[in-house]
């Protein structure tokens, strides 16, 4: 099998693969007639989504099938081979990042309170298994967001001094891109999870959503083309 061959491939299955497999709870449901099932398969959708997402971005980096991270890792290689510069040595991201981590962790810290607050309220007139694991699992994601932003925060710091050699500088920044996206998808996983209180049928909508999440970061990852050199998957 070809570069091409191996690239397109890659980027049909992965599409396919989310979609078959919501449709395929999607219809489990439906042949069940069960409101309380929906619910169940949402909750475990929504967790595992950013599992199926970090595979996709570990088999493209592993075997350079041609999205964001493994053609951006590339042209990053050729970009230091011309210059003849160390990876280590690129420039560290701007204060907007810093900024950005800070306004997204009080989000978090806040989201985290309304959570706790709003699970005092609710069950004050009814209570819900489901609803006790679904609204701890909303706050437990926003406060490790939080943790995960605040170690940004501290490795932002680090990365300001001047004392540290290239390869420290590196290891930081490794250490940074996990956080970021560990933050990121608690973020996102929570607030998808709160639609998950919406009576059913409106129940639909959060599994619309993260249908709709899947596709979009899909489109995101595939958008840059593979350059002329790309090489192939080994």
Known sequence: MNQAKKLAWFKRSSLAFWLISHLAGAG??????????LSW????FVLFS???IFVVHRLDARFKFGGVLSVGNWMGM???REKKTPEASRPDRPGLARQTVTITTGFAVLLAFQAVRFHGD???AASSRFLNILIGTVAFLFALACISNLLQMLFHQFLAQPLWSPAQKESFRRKLNVLRSVSWHFLLSAVILILCMLPYPWLWLCYAVNLFYGVLLYWYYFSIP???GFPSGT
């Not at 489990?28 to 099932?37: D, E, G, I, R, T």
């Not at 398969?41 to 475990?44: A, K, P």
């Open 50 to 52: 950013p599992i199926y």
């Open 78 to 80: 050729q970009t230091d």
């Open 28 to 37: 489990v449901v439906l042949f069940f007639h069960s409101p309380a099932l």
């Open 122 to 124: 609710l069950f004050k």
């Open 226 to 228: 593979a350059p002329e």
């Open 41 to 44: 398969i949402v909750y475990y």
